[in-house]
């Protein structure tokens, strides 16, 4: 490639990138303002929770006005909108911290289980969806139907309770459901916040091997269950593949049948970066119950909390950050196709 030519490509890739993350902005704006409004639509007062079952109406006008909810929300709306464009997000009425402190407290944990979870359903979901398409009716082509149909037959939390009973406490053999770390354990010095990273930058061994403990079952049951579209898309991205012309002609070349495999498999993954993508964004939505399951600590069982206790504010932070993570994890799939397919350059 002449370097003129790399030169092109590479401003094209800038300004696809950079009208991507414009695209981000009306996104963001228009989520804030339907989050804001249908949270004061609910049932539920917070300066009534606030104050407590025996506060006197006075107090609670006078909380109200205090927290500025007597306000019409059109102002009420403006008054967030600028707090959230100097970077503040209010504060909690449950923990009485900065939301914005919360949500660096505790989205290193989500981050870390669904990270962990990602990883395992590729590890098992594209081999067994690739060797499924391989032999269509054998052993792992059924092993693939079965898992597709289990996985979401049940919900996320019931599975995590299921596991908790065979492998914890009938078996004994599993770490107890009490949050990243038993209770006798201090948490390794914060770096990146996910404690199997940081135990072993400090070279904490202990803490590792128990952190690892702790997020083996989480991470499983969110794996099982959001794992198997990825085992369906890549089995049925395998099966066009392995029908292409090409590889009858490999056939007919005389190259053996796991070479054209090796080949197809190639090919076939370029497809899944898309459902790898969605179920990695869709993962921190489904994190909510297991969190709660597992006192997990992270973003979920936080946002459980905060809508309980009509905790307008961290509910608001906590939806703000799942977003600006999906958009985020859209926005970079969107950047490797570019790098995968040209035609998509000139085409946007």
Same mark, same amino acid.
């Given at each position: 490639?002449?370097?003129?030519?790399?030169?092109?490509?590479?401003?094209?890739?800038?300004?696809?990138?950079?009208?991507? /993350?414009?695209?981000?902005?009306?996104?963001?704006?228009?989520?804030?303002?339907?989050?804001?409004? +249908?949270?004061?639509?609910?049932?539920?007062?917070?300066?009534?929770?606030?104050?407590?079952?025996?506060?006197?109406?006075?107090?609670?006008?006078?909380?109200?006005?205090?927290?500025?909810?007597?306000?019409?929300?059109? *102002?009420?709306?403006?008054?967030?909108?600028?707090?959230?464009?100097?970077?503040?997000?209010?504060?909690?009425?449950?923990?009485?911290?900065?939301?914005?402190?919360?949500?660096?407290?505790?989205?290193?944990?989500?981050?870390? +289980?669904?990270?962990?979870?990602?990883?395992?359903?590729?590890?098992?979901?594209?081999?067994?969806?690739?060797?499924?398409?391989?032999?269509?009716?054998?052993?792992?082509?059924?092993?693939?139907?079965?898992?597709?149909?289990?996985?979401?037959?049940?919900?996320?939390?019931?599975?995590?309770?299921?596991?908790?009973?065979?492998?914890?406490?009938?078996?004994?053999?599993?770490?107890?459901?009490?949050?990243?770390?038993?209770?006798?354990?201090?948490?390794?010095?914060?770096?990146?916040?996910?404690?199997?990273?940081?135990?072993?930058?400090?070279?904490?061994?202990?803490?590792?091997?128990?952190?690892?403990?702790?997020?083996?079952?989480? &991470?499983?049951?969110?794996?099982? /269950?959001?794992?198997?579209?990825?085992?369906?898309?890549?089995?049925?991205?395998?099966?066009?593949?392995?029908?292409?012309?090409?590889? &009858?002609?490999?056939?007919?070349?005389?190259?053996?049948?796991?070479?054209?495999?090796?080949?197809?498999?190639?090919?076939?993954? *370029?497809?899944? *970066?898309?459902?790898?993508?969605?179920?990695?964004?869709?993962?921190?939505?489904?994190?909510?119950?297991?969190?709660?399951?597992?006192?997990?600590?992270?973003?979920?069982?936080?946002?459980?909390?905060?809508?309980? #206790?009509?905790?307008?504010?961290? *509910?608001?932070?906590?939806?703000?950050?799942?977003?600006?993570?999906?958009?985020?994890?859209?926005?970079?799939?969107?950047?490797?196709?570019?790098?995968?397919?040209?035609?998509?350059?000139? #085409?946007?």
């Amino acid at each position: 490639m002449s370097p003129r030519l790399r030169s092109r490509l590479g401003r094209l890739r800038r300004s696809y990138a950079l009208r991507r /993350v414009a695209v981000m902005i009306p996104q963001l704006f228009g989520i804030t303002l339907v989050v804001f409004v +249908l949270l004061r639509l609910f049932p539920g007062d917070p300066a009534y929770l606030f104050a407590g079952p025996t506060a006197s109406p006075e107090t609670i006008a006078r909380i109200r006005h205090d927290l500025g909810l007597d306000e019409p929300i059109v *102002v009420q709306y403006l008054h967030y909108l600028r707090d959230l464009l100097h970077g503040n997000l209010g504060t909690s009425l449950v923990t009485s911290q900065p939301v914005r402190t919360d949500m660096l407290e505790r989205f290193p944990a989500t981050l870390e +289980l669904i990270t962990a979870a990602l990883l395992i359903a590729l590890a098992v979901g594209i081999p067994l969806g690739a060797l499924g398409a391989r032999k269509p009716r054998g052993v792992a082509d059924r092993a693939t139907r079965s898992y597709g149909l289990l996985a979401g037959s049940l919900p996320d939390f019931w599975w995590g309770l299921m596991l908790i009973f065979i492998f914890f406490t009938t078996l004994d053999v599993a770490a107890a459901p009490v949050g990243r770390l038993d209770i006798g354990f201090v948490p390794p010095d914060r770096i990146t916040g996910f404690y199997t990273v940081d135990s072993l930058l400090t070279g904490n061994w202990a803490t590792f091997t128990n952190a690892v403990s702790h997020l083996i079952l989480p &991470a499983f049951t969110l794996a099982f /269950v959001y794992g198997g579209p990825i085992v369906k898309h890549m089995r049925a991205s395998m099966t066009n593949v392995l029908d292409a012309p090409y590889l &009858a002609y490999g056939s007919m070349c005389g190259l053996s049948r796991w070479t054209l495999f090796r080949y197809a498999l190639r090919n076939a993954l *370029v497809p899944a *970066v898309t459902m790898t993508g969605i179920t990695y964004a869709y993962l921190i939505g489904g994190a909510v119950l297991v969190e709660t399951v597992f006192s997990w600590g992270g973003l979920g069982q936080y946002a459980v909390r905060a809508i309980t #206790s009509s905790d307008y504010l961290a *509910v608001s932070g906590t939806v703000l950050t799942t977003t600006v993570f999906a958009l985020v994890v859209y926005a970079v799939l969107d950047l490797v196709y570019v790098l995968i397919d040209p035609r998509i350059r000139y #085409s946007s």
